[in-house]
């Protein structure tokens, strides 16, 4: 089992691009396990976790509802914004400036084959990072993600996750709004739940910005300890 996770840090990149080059490595780790189980091989897999920014994008999920969008693409591109429908659970979400987009593209025959408890230690991740900067968050029951008051009329949501899996790999992964441009949550329904505000990290602090890469190293430590991984010491993040 390989447990060594190298991180890679694309900086601000395109939506398309992004999604591309993790379709690349998603494919590339399925085919050596094909390989493996064909030709009677125990070759490592590799396990990634991609931090990027992304310039303003809606992504709607193969279960989404695209009458979640409230706006057309023309309102879309007067905002600067684009959309793609994408292969992984859930319904629609933005991704923008500001906001920490994770992507771990993991072999879970490395680590643990339960699609639910990878996604608990995802949002485990950010609970644990939210609690640094004095942030209490939790989980919604039913709804992936990590909240603010739930349970209250204040409930929102601070981080967004869906993932998508084939043959243990992973790929797709979280949005934790840190310095996020609020406003282009009201062009939808935030995963496709109604009534329910959404938060980011300098707003919750008060703050007009939180260091981002202060939060990155942050995530990337408890993502170390609840996966019981090794991060590959010559990648920059």
């Given at each position: 089992?390989?447990?060594?996770?190298?991180?890679?840090?694309?900086?601000?990149?395109?939506?398309?691009?992004?999604?591309?080059?993790?379709?690349?490595?998603?494919?590339?780790?399925?085919?050596?396990?094909?390989?493996?189980?064909?030709?009677?091989?125990?070759?490592?897999?590799?396990?990634?976790?991609?931090?990027?920014?992304h310039p303003h994008?809606?992504?709607?999920?193969?279960?989404?509802?695209?009458?979640?969008?409230?706006?057309?693409?023309?309102?879309?591109?007067?905002?600067?914004?684009?959309?793609?429908?994408?292969?992984?659970?859930?319904?629609?979400?933005?991704?923008?400036?500001?906001?920490?987009?994770?992507?771990?593209?993991?072999?879970?025959?490395?680590?643990f084959t339960d699609?639910?408890?990878?996604?608990?230690?995802?949002?485990?991740?950010?609970?644990?990072?939210?609690?640094?900067?004095?942030?209490k968050s939790e989980?919604?029951?039913?709804?992936?993600?990590?909240?603010?008051?739930?349970?209250?009329?204040?409930?929102?949501?601070?981080?967004?996750?869906?993932?998508?899996?084939?043959?243990?790999?992973?790929?797709?992964?979280?949005?934790?709004?840190?310095?996020?441009?609020?406003?282009?949550?009201?062009?939808?329904?935030?995963?496709?739940?109604?009534?329910?505000?959404?938060?980011?990290?300098?707003?919750?602090?008060?703050?007009?910005?939180?260091?981002?890469?202060?939060?990155?190293?942050?995530?990337?430590?408890?993502?170390?300890?609840?996966?019981?991984?090794?991060?590959?010491?010559?990648?920059?993040?």
């Amino acid at each position: 089992m390989n447990k060594k996770v190298h991180v890679q840090d694309l900086g601000l990149k395109d939506y398309k691009e992004t999604w591309d080059y993790q379709e690349q490595l998603f494919k590339d780790t399925i085919d050596l396990k094909i390989r493996n189980r064909r030709e009677e091989l125990s070759l490592e897999t590799p396990n990634h976790f991609l931090f990027v920014e992304h310039p303003h994008v809606y992504t709607l999920g193969k279960s989404g509802d695209i009458s979640n969008l409230l706006v057309d693409e023309k309102v879309l591109a007067a905002k600067g914004a684009t959309f793609y429908k994408i292969n992984r659970g859930g319904d629609i979400t933005y991704h923008g400036p500001g906001q920490i987009v994770g992507y771990p593209i993991l072999d879970l025959d490395n680590f643990f084959t339960d699609i639910h408890k990878y996604l608990r230690f995802l949002e485990e991740m950010v609970i644990l990072t939210l609690a640094e900067y004095g942030i209490k968050s939790e989980r919604s029951p039913g709804e992936t993600g990590v909240w603010l008051d739930v349970g209250t009329p204040f409930a929102r949501k601070i981080c967004a996750m869906g993932v998508r899996a084939s043959r243990w790999v992973t790929m797709h992964g979280f949005a934790l709004n840190v310095n996020a441009d609020l406003g282009y949550f009201d062009m939808m329904i935030p995963c496709g739940i109604k009534g329910k505000a959404v938060t980011s990290l300098n707003v919750e602090l008060g703050k007009k910005e939180v260091s981002m890469d202060e939060v990155k190293q942050k995530l990337l430590k408890h993502f170390q300890v609840l996966f019981e991984a090794k991060i590959n010491e010559k990648t920059e993040v």
